[in-house]
């Protein structure tokens, strides 16, 4: 996963394991596919430091995300920004439109608070490129 807007690299991992969230992006349910549905990633925050998806706090709408499976570029297009509460889980579900949801938590530890930030899928790339910003394919123009 790219955000180079904010200088941010991370592994996308296949399991939700408390590892996993310390040095990645875990996917957060199994048998997820990128470019279907809501493909949701999860990831740890740690209190002060600048690590893992904590600069997605930073992030506004029209900026991109790039994922990759290593035979495709996905391009998203940020469209939500929102501190959520545990409990609303509705930004979890499956969408019918190709969805990219990143959440992790707020601070304090333990604090029931999310940050959660939603992008939709705006292009697609076939094949690896130089760089992810050079996918340029919007959908339905493949």
Do not use: W
């Amino acid at each position: 996963m790219a955000i180079p807007c904010q200088k941010v690299s991370l592994p996308i991992l296949a399991e939700r394991t408390d590892a996993n969230l310390s040095v990645g992006a875990a996917e957060y349910t199994p048998h997820q596919k990128m470019g279907h549905g809501n493909y949701v990633l999860a990831s740890h925050n740690y209190a002060g430091a600048d690590v893992l998806l904590n600069r997605i706090k930073n992030l506004a709408a029209g900026q991109k995300i790039y994922l990759t499976d290593f035979s495709q570029i996905f391009m998203y297009q940020v469209t939500l920004l929102r501190v959520i509460n545990e409990r609303e889980i509705h930004y979890l579900a499956q969408t019918e439109n190709p969805t990219l949801t990143l959440i992790r938590c707020e601070e304090p530890v333990g604090t029931d608070q999310r940050l959660i930030v939603q992008a939709k899928l705006v292009s697609l790339c076939r094949g690896i490129q130089k760089s992810p910003t050079s996918c340029g394919t919007a959908i339905g123009d493949s």
